[in-house]
């Protein structure tokens, strides 16, 4: 009798047995953590592996996820938070850093130079993190602040700038990366209008308030943060897109009223104002004198239905815009606002001069506890003017860190002008460059250089550019395929 041969046979295959045991454990696993922790977090450790998988192969859908949890398009609710030096880490930091290393690799591995790609803006980011380090070598050894880390955490935010420009790396995915600010810009504003409206909060750290704190006005404030700016430039993309007609205008022109409405409802004086000369620089530089002229006359023809359909459907909502457009000159006089940061001003450089080499060390504090009018008095840390941050927290050395990103940023601006003249896109451009400055304008009042929304959307702003530099012009629509070539007769 012939035995059989022993390459016939074939091991046993205990690959279906290991699969069901393994979904067996993970349903388990994920019962117990049910059993002692909110449900968020059963999907928060379903949906983050997800996140991290498909990020292997496509980067951007690990940043996007990232964008739109930094801006509360998906609300932090569904983001967790883990103590750590003095402030708190989430999950936005972990991703940011894993996918900072994924590029990285993946750059290496295909033979793309990171270091070219990042163009000019690669050396604001050497200088910020230098400032950065010497700051918390500073703290460890001559002034344990307690929440330096917590104040050096909000600049992993940079990484925005180099996982965009390594992942982003055809023009397909440019558009696709641009699309997917344009879609947050409209989910912000529709989130902010809502809160307003209906006084409801869906966006958990945003500001949701009272308009006057001190009377009963009718009217909530809401307030996005850093990432109103993205609105604003989403505003500017699709203004200039109308006139230069590449979009239709049967969506174009109620999604920009709804962000109009979403700039409103901040009621924020400073963001108003910066909008304002932001959207002169976008138009001038779009269509020169005459394009600023029809973006002035389209802006206010905008404007006027917004406040003419919040004057039917909640007239003490139009009112109060126009209350709070017309009383800048009262709230300088009087003081407010206005005079509390005047006094943070005042008190920064008085430190500034006593420390200017090492300021006070990231976490340190700069004045004393007051006890005058406002919530002001009682943030010892906390400056609400970017461009004293940087000298103040790490000595004059740290200055100039917003002047090298505004420069860096304009540099590459150009340079991308000059490397596609020949089919640069206006309309995009002159969004870009409104959109860059006015961020930088409301820094003045706001520490948008110095904040985790504000300093993603400066990153935002720096990476498109970058893009922009490497492959030109872009729309928001795909390119319309190339026709067949003729057949032979």
């Given at each position: 009798?012939?035995?059989?041969s022993?390459?016939?046979?074939?091991?046993?295959?205990?690959?279906?047995?290991?699969?069901?045991?393994?979904?067996?454990?993970?349903?388990?696993?994920?019962?117990?953590?049910?059993s002692?922790?909110?449900?968020?977090?059963?999907?928060?450790?379903?949906?983050?592996?997800?996140?991290?998988?498909?990020?292997?192969?496509?980067?951007?859908?690990?940043?996007?996820?990232?964008?739109?949890?930094?801006?509360?398009?998906?609300?932090?609710?569904?983001?967790?938070?883990?103590?750590?030096?003095?402030?708190?880490?989430q999950?936005?930091?972990?991703?940011?850093?894993?996918?900072?290393?994924?590029?990285?690799?993946?750059?290496?591995?295909?033979?793309?130079?990171?270091?070219?790609?990042?163009?000019?803006?690669?050396?604001p980011?050497?200088y910020?993190?230098?400032?950065?380090?010497v700051?918390?070598?500073?703290?460890?050894?001559?002034?344990?602040?307690?929440?330096?880390?917590?104040?050096?955490?909000?600049?992993?935010g940079?990484?925005?700038?180099?996982?965009?420009?390594?992942?982003?790396?055809?023009?397909?995915?440019?558009?696709?990366?641009?699309?997917?600010?344009?879609?947050?810009?409209?989910?912000?504003?529709?989130?902010?209008?809502i809160?307003?409206?209906?006084?409801?909060?869906?966006?958990?750290?945003?500001?949701?308030?009272?308009?006057?704190?001190?009377?009963?006005?009718?009217?909530?404030?809401?307030?996005?943060?850093?990432?109103?700016?993205?609105?604003?430039?989403?505003?500017?993309?699709l203004?200039?897109?109308?006139?230069?007609?590449?979009?239709?205008?049967?969506?174009?022109?109620?999604?920009?009223?709804?962000?109009?409405?979403?700039?409103?409802?901040q009621?924020?004086?400073?963001?108003?104002?910066?909008?304002?000369?932001?959207?002169?620089?976008?138009?001038?530089?779009f269509?020169?004198?005459?394009?600023?002229?029809?973006?002035?006359?389209?802006?206010?023809?905008?404007?006027?239905?917004?406040?003419?359909?919040?004057?039917?459907t909640?007239?003490r909502?139009?009112?109060a815009?126009?209350?709070?457009?017309?009383?800048?000159?009262?709230?300088?006089?009087?003081?407010?606002?206005?005079?509390?940061?005047?006094?943070?001003?005042?008190?920064?450089?008085?430190?500034?001069?006593?420390?200017?080499l090492?300021?006070?060390?990231?976490?340190?504090?700069?004045?004393?506890?007051?006890?005058?009018?406002?919530?002001?008095?009682?943030?010892?840390?906390?400056?609400?003017?970017?461009?004293?941050?940087f000298?103040?927290?790490m000595?004059?050395?740290?200055?100039?860190?917003?002047?090298?990103?505004?420069?860096?940023?304009?540099?590459?601006?150009r340079?991308?002008?000059?490397?596609?003249?020949e089919?640069?896109?206006?309309?995009?451009?002159?969004?870009?460059?409104?959109?860059?400055a006015?961020?930088?304008?409301?820094?003045?009042?706001?520490?948008?250089?110095?904040?985790?929304?504000?300093?993603?959307?400066?990153?935002i702003?720096c990476?498109?550019?970058?893009?922009?530099?490497?492959?030109?012009?872009?729309?928001?629509?795909?390119?319309?395929?190339?026709?067949?070539?003729?057949?032979?007769?």
């Open positions: 009798m012939k035995m059989p022993l390459a016939l046979r074939r091991a046993p295959d205990f690959t279906a047995i290991f699969m069901v045991l393994g979904a067996l454990g993970l349903a388990a696993f994920l019962g117990l953590v049910t002692y922790l909110p449900w968020i977090f059963t999907l928060l450790l379903v949906l983050l592996p997800l996140v991290l998988l498909a990020s292997i192969s496509r980067p951007m859908i690990g940043l996007v996820v990232v964008l739109m949890f930094v801006f509360e398009a998906i609300p932090t609710a569904f983001q967790p938070r883990l103590p750590f030096g003095g402030g708190r880490l999950a936005t930091d972990v991703l940011l850093i894993y996918l900072g290393f994924l590029v990285l690799l993946r750059a290496w591995m295909t033979g793309q130079p990171p270091l070219r790609s990042m163009g000019p803006l690669r050396f980011l050497y910020v993190y230098t400032c950065i380090g700051s918390l070598v500073y703290v460890r050894y001559f002034a344990p602040n307690t929440v330096a880390l917590g104040e050096a955490r909000v600049f992993i940079w990484l925005i700038v180099p996982i965009m420009v390594l992942a982003a790396d055809t023009p397909q995915r440019f558009r696709w990366m641009l699309r997917s600010v344009v879609g947050i810009g409209l989910v912000i504003a529709l989130y902010v209008t809160q307003s409206l209906f006084d409801i909060r869906i966006m958990t750290s945003a500001r949701v308030e009272a308009l006057n704190l001190d009377l009963s006005s009718g009217v909530t404030r809401s307030i996005a943060g850093g990432g109103i700016y993205i609105v604003i430039f989403t505003l500017y993309l203004i200039n897109r109308m006139l230069d007609r590449t979009v239709s205008w049967l969506w174009a022109a109620p999604a920009a009223l709804l962000l109009v409405m979403g700039i409103a409802v009621f924020g004086r400073g963001v108003w104002l910066a909008s304002v000369l932001g959207f002169l620089v976008s138009a001038a530089l269509r020169g004198v005459i394009g600023l002229f029809r973006a002035l006359a389209l802006g206010a023809l905008t404007v006027a239905l917004v406040l003419g359909v919040a004057s039917v909640k007239p909502l139009a009112e815009v126009i209350e709070r457009a017309t009383g800048i000159g009262s709230e300088i006089k009087t003081g407010g606002s206005f005079n509390w940061r005047r006094l943070e001003n005042d008190a920064a450089l008085l430190r500034i001069e006593r420390s200017p090492t300021g006070t060390g990231l976490g340190g504090q700069y004045k004393q506890t007051s006890s005058s009018v406002g919530h002001f008095g009682i943030e010892t840390t906390y400056i609400h003017n970017a461009y004293l941050f000298p103040l927290k000595g004059l050395f740290a200055a100039f860190v917003p002047l090298a990103f505004i420069i860096a940023f304009w540099v590459t601006l340079q991308g002008v000059k490397r596609h003249r089919q640069a896109d206006p309309a995009f451009v002159a969004a870009l460059a409104g959109g860059f006015t961020p930088c304008l409301t820094s003045f009042t706001q520490p948008e250089f110095a904040d985790p929304r504000g300093i993603a959307a400066f990153a702003f990476g498109l550019a970058l893009l922009f530099r490497r492959f030109g012009a872009v729309t928001l629509r795909p390119a319309a395929a190339a026709p067949p070539p003729p057949r032979p007769r």
